[in-house]
Nanobody
Framework: QVQLVESGGGLVQAGGSLRLSCAAS????????MGWFRQAPGKQRELVAK???????NYADSVKGRFAISRDNDKNTVYLQMSSLQPEDTAVYYC?????????????WGQGTQVTVSS
């Protein structure tokens, strides 16, 4: 079982920055993809950013140019650097990881960390 623990959330003013961290209980070298999702009150969970094992990155259009995802394989940690935050970025942010075992896609989620952006 893989455990993902997020940290770094909090309250920030509009225009500010935060860096989220996601620490995995196992080597993230075994993960094909790691990413961040978010869910705002009353809305569906949406993909924010993801990074593959070879470093390919994808971002939601709403965060392109403001957020940056990275991974540190030595620390088994994935980061989400968030800049120019806006009130609409307020949500619970979840870390996720995927890997394939015996042909089966396995998906893991963290417990989430709250990000609140005040106007």
């Amino acid at each position: 079982q893989v455990q993902l623990v997020e940290s770094g959330g909090g309250l920030v003013q509009a225009g500010g920055s935060l860096r989220l961290s996601c620490a995995a209980s196992t080597s993230i070298n075994t993960m094909s993809t790691m990413g961040w999702f978010r869910q705002a009150p009353g809305k569906q969970r949406e993909l924010v950013a993801k990074i593959t094992s070879v470093g390919r990155k994808n971002y939601a259009d709403s965060v392109k140019g403001r957020f940056a995802i990275s991974r540190d394989n030595d620390k088994n940690t994935v980061y989400l650097q968030m800049s120019s935050l806006q009130p609409e970025d307020t949500a619970v942010y979840y870390c996720t990881a995927e890997r394939i075992r015996s042909g089966v896609l396995l998906n893991y989620w963290g417990q989430g960390t709250q990000v609140t952006v005040s106007s």
